[in-house]
């Protein structure tokens, strides 16, 4: 039987890659089905909710027309990295499993966000290269890929969900990285080959709440634990870079193409980009869901201004989606029955920043262009950090202490701005550019902006 092991067994998944996975098995009705290990990586309670029911869960697909529920039922068994890291090993060797996919979040590859290479001082890395029995994503691949290598078991494609620009080269990267630094031996023969393809991928999911397992009860009769809600739209876009074979995900809606990079950087810059400037924006001005942020005048049109200057960034060949792409956006956010928390959208600003928009800031003034309202969303950030430091807030953040350090600091807000953007980037921080982020964060936290 064709196996799957997925790293992240979170809503995400479930509703994505799984639910892709489902679809294709039903298509493929002659093939063998196609069975996925779930792995959570530090917590059982999922695993334990879901055992009653063998797996299976439904997903509530909320649309404009009402909610559309199925049944999703690949997964066979879930395992927890953090109990048993060694039954995650022997799934990663094992000669079943030809694809480990993973969404651990942007912090999960423990990546230095100044330069997108694995952070080798992380505190849970550096525990990890001592132990014969990592916990984390890439040391779990870095000895399963060591264990597999010259056994036989056949190639293996190692596919990153998570929205991280060039997510399979960086996690690639990181892996070798780990392996070298742990002395271990991850290079396949020709006949063990690991690729690392890379992905975008894009299901808006937000997390399970009580009135959502109440709607599910009460259409299905019959409580259930873990339903996940997500909206109808769905895209994933696969480099076609397999060492294996796959489930017939090119036959269920996901494209296989040469080159991801177009796709990638349109959903982070649009999409991914102007949920981190309403979550800030947002969250500053009162609101608590995305279609608040989103029905408020002033934030739809930062918004619509973020759009203007991300789809300048865009390579040529993709300009002529936009209009459709960004009236389907602004739907997306305004599906009222989402409730999707932007307090969920703000964790993790160090990590989603560096990829989401410093990169419109850098491709403008590559041209010689202002971004003024890519400065503004993350000087929004600033001040959504600099407002936590004085109210004691707590920041969800792998970076949270040294943050909140630096946004409680009285050094003046242009060198609290440089000092921030410092922890998220390399690239040199022109004078007058963080003149202009220092101004829009003054104005944003005198509440003239
Ligand atoms: C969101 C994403 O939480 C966040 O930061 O921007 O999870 C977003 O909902 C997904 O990328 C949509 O595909």
Redesign the pocket.
């Known amino acids: 039987m064709p196996r799957i092991l997925h790293l992240g067994f979170g809503n995400f998944h479930r509703a994505h890659q799984a639910w892709y996975t489902e679809l294709a098995n039903r298509r493929a009705e002659a093939a063998a089905p196609w069975r996925i290990t779930g792995v959570s990586m530090r917590r059982p309670d999922l695993r334990d909710a879901l055992a009653p029911e063998g797996f299976a869960y439904t997903l509530a697909i909320r649309g404009r027309d009402g909610l559309d529920l199925e049944r999703v039922t690949v997964h066979d068994e879930i395992l927890v990295a953090a109990e048993d890291p060694e039954a995650v090993l022997r799934r990663i060797a094992d000669p079943e499993t030809r694809i480990v996919t993973l969404t651990v979040t942007e912090k999960g590859y423990h990546l230095d966000p100044r330069d997108g290479t694995l952070d080798l001082a992380d505190p849970r890395i550096r525990a990890d290269l001592e132990a014969e029995r990592p916990q984390s994503a890439v040391g779990l691949l870095a000895h399963g890929l060591a264990r597999r290598a010259g056994s036989g078991a056949g190639g293996l494609t190692v596919i990153s969900c998570d ?1 991280i620009s060039g997510n399979g080269r960086k996690l690639r990267a990181a892996v070798a990285r780990f392996a070298q630094a742990a002395g271990l031996e991850i290079g396949g023969t020709a006949g063990d080959r690991v690729t690392f393809p890379d992905t975008m ?4 999911t937000p997390a399970t709440t009580e009135e959502l397992r109440a709607s599910v009860a009460a259409a299905t009769g019959r409580p259930e634990a873990a339903p996940v809600p997500t909206e109808t739209f769905s895209e994933w876009i696969v480099e076609d870079d397999f060492a294996s074979d796959r489930p017939a995900w090119d036959r269920v809606g996901a494209e296989i193409v040469a080159d991801v990079a177009p796709f990638e950087a349109r959903k982070l810059r649009l ?2 980009a102007s ?2 400037f309403l979550a800030y924006a947002g969250l500053l001005a009162g609101h608590r869901y995305v279609q608040d942020a989103i029905a408020d005048p002033a934030l739809r049109a930062g918004v619509e201004r973020l759009f203007d200057e991300a789809g300048a960034t865009l390579a040529e060949e993709i300009r002529d989606t936009l209009p459709a792409y960004r009236a389907a956006l602004l739907a997306r956010f305004d599906v009222v029955e989402m409730k999707h928390e932007l307090a ?2 703000a964790m993790d600003g160090s990590q ?1 920043v560096p990829v989401r928009l410093l990169p419109i800031v850098r491709a403008l003034r590559q041209r010689g262009l202002p971004a003024p309202q890519a400065t503004t969303a993350i000087a929004s950030w600033v001040a959504w950090l600099v407002r936590a430091a004085e109210k004691g807030r707590p920041v969800h953040d792998p970076a949270a202490d040294g943050l909140l350090k630096i946004a409680g600091s009285r050094t003046g807000t242009p060198a609290l701005c440089r000092a921030l953007l410092e922890q998220v980037t390399q690239e040199p921080l022109p004078e007058d550019w963080i003149a202009d982020l220092a101004g829009r964060t003054d104005r944003i936290l005198e509440g003239k902006a």
């Open positions: 929205n991928v894009d299901r808006i999409l991914n949920h981190s969920q959208i989603k």
